[in-house]
């Protein structure tokens, strides 16, 4: 091993430690697309799913099928029907759909049970259990449509699938339910996943597609300014949803979003869509602090907002401690309630915990964050980085470039959170002439 490569894995691994330590028995449920298992992709998502099962977290997955089972159709001559959306499933295509889900589960264990040395499954013994999990009722007959074996789910068995997770194993469920007469209803890999995750209050839901996640504007194509939104607040999600046309296709803006706001609504706080094309995207997810697909997150919106003059007496007091200290440069109260404008803040019952500000310099495609501050009792819980998010999203609305931020002691926090430190020359002019030679405060700048 290099000295190179030393320098660079110990501090990585290290930086993953609070990620492995924080989803230790946590529930996740994953939903697969199935284009990703016809795109050769399984083997390297099982070695994924039990490098994550083995680091403590109890795994529920899920399968899709529909390009199997349109694959299935083909070869019977027999065309593909949709209606919403939804797949018509006439008793060819439920044939159908019970060859696919056999040979996906197979195809499912056979990757799980690999273990040759010398590779990742190396060592991993993974535990593989499917199951009646799912009650299902028929969609029915909607807009004189007859959906015929299409179901929907009616009841999650949450008693059976938390015995089975607590045993060590991952659960594996294919889009099928069955009704209490015996019948069988073709699902929705989405509609499935959600309904696990809601009736077990997952921590987390994740879906690998075949899109990689929701652009900062939707309706726009992708480009180098309409990146991906790697956190959506709920209300925003939203938002999204009541302007887009209801999702046909899985390309579609709102065909994986419409389930995750569901899940979130339901106490799921993290729903994610994330892409499969991208090696390795769960682990990205998962254990790197960006993420590299949308998380749709329930933050509680109503603690977090932007301030009003009503706030900056709570302002004041919170940053208080912090001047006296030397961490913040002191501001005076009527400079204050002067810039309140910029100011965003988190309150809990009525006290402000959090806050920072937001001062643009548009010239320069900038704007400095300061007076970042997370009241000593609440610190540690994530408020800081919930704050930085937000401070993020009103950035890029103004069409702005990066953040930048002055410190003396908070470099590292600021520089695990994707910032670095550049030359205080760098600052925009107008900034630079209010630099502090003396404070010799350090400049971190974060692309956005
Ligand atoms: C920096 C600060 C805003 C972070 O807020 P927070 O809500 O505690 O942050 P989060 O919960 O999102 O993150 C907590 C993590 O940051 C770490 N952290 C806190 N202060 C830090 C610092 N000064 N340097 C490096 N890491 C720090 C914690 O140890 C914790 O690490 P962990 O996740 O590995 O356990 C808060 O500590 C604070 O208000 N500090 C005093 C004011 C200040 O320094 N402001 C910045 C002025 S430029």
Redesign the pocket.
């Known amino acids: 091993m290099s000295a190179v490569f030393n320098f660079t894995f110990v501090p990585w691994f290290r930086s993953v430690?609070?990620y492995i330590h924080k989803f230790r028995n946590q529930t996740f449920v994953v939903g697969v697309c199935g284009e990703a298992i016809a795109a050769g992709k399984l083997p390297n998502l099982a070695q994924d799913l039990a490098l994550i099962q083995s680091m403590g977290v109890k795994i529920v997955l899920v399968h899709g099928f529909r390009p199997q089972v349109n694959e299935q159709l083909r070869a019977k001559g027999h065309a593909a029907k949709y209606s919403h959306g939804i797949r018509i499933t006439d008793p060819v295509a439920l044939d159908c759909a019970q060859e696919a889900a056999g040979q996906l589960r197979y195809e499912i264990e056979a990757a799980f049970s690999q273990g040759l040395p010398n590779t990742p499954m190396a060592g991993a013994t993974v535990r593989v259990i499917s199951g009646n999990f799912i009650t299902a009722r028929p969609v029915g007959i909607v807009d004189g449509v007859d959906f015929q074996h299409s179901g929907l789910v009616r009841k999650v068995d949450v008693a059976g699938i938390s015995r089975t997770l607590d045993m060590g194993a991952m659960v594996l469920l294919s889009p099928f339910g069955f009704s209490p007469t015996g019948e069988a209803f073709n699902l929705t890999m989405e509609e499935v996943a959600t309904s696990v995750a809601t009736a077990l209050q997952a921590d987390k839901l994740i879906f690998i597609t075949e899109v990689p996640g929701i652009r900062l504007r939707p309706d726009e194509p992708e480009s180098d300014d309409n990146p991906i939104d790697t956190e959506l607040p709920l209300a925003q999600a939203e938002l999204i949803l009541k302007n887009a046309p209801p999702g046909q296709k899985p390309t579609d803006t709102d065909f994986y979003l419409q389930h995750c706001v569901r899940a979130c609504k339901a106490g799921v706080e993290r729903s994610h869509i994330i892409p499969f094309a991208v090696d390795g995207s769960l682990l990205l997810e998962v254990y790197v602090h960006d993420g590299i697909g949308t998380m749709v997150v329930d933050e509680k919106l109503e603690s977090l907002r932007e301030a009003t003059p009503d706030d900056v007496g709570g302002i004041l007091q919170l940053?208080e401690p912090?001047e006296k200290d030397g961490?913040?440069v002191k501001r005076d109260r009527t400079e204050i309630e002067r810039d309140i404008g910029h100011y965003t803040i988190i309150e809990h019952d009525g006290v402000i915990f959090?806050c920072?500000a937001l001062y643009p310099y548009p010239e320069a495609r900038t704007a400095e964050?300061?007076?970042?501050?997370?009241?000593?009792q609440?610190?540690?819980?994530?408020?800081?980085?919930?704050?930085?998010k937000r401070i993020e999203q009103r950035a890029r609305a103004m069409g702005l470039d990066s953040i930048f931020?002055?410190?003396?002691?908070?470099?590292?926090?600021?520089i695990?959170?994707g910032f670095a430190q550049v030359d205080p020359d760098w600052l925009p002019d107008a900034r630079k002439r209010k630099y502090n030679w003396d404070r010799r405060?350090q400049v971190l700048v974060k692309k956005l």
């Open positions: 430690a609070p940053i912090f961490t913040l959090a920072a964050m300061a007076a970042l501050t997370v009241s000593p609440s610190q540690g819980q994530g408020d800081g980085e919930k704050i930085l931020v002055l410190t003396t002691r908070t470099m590292h926090w600021f695990k959170r405060s």
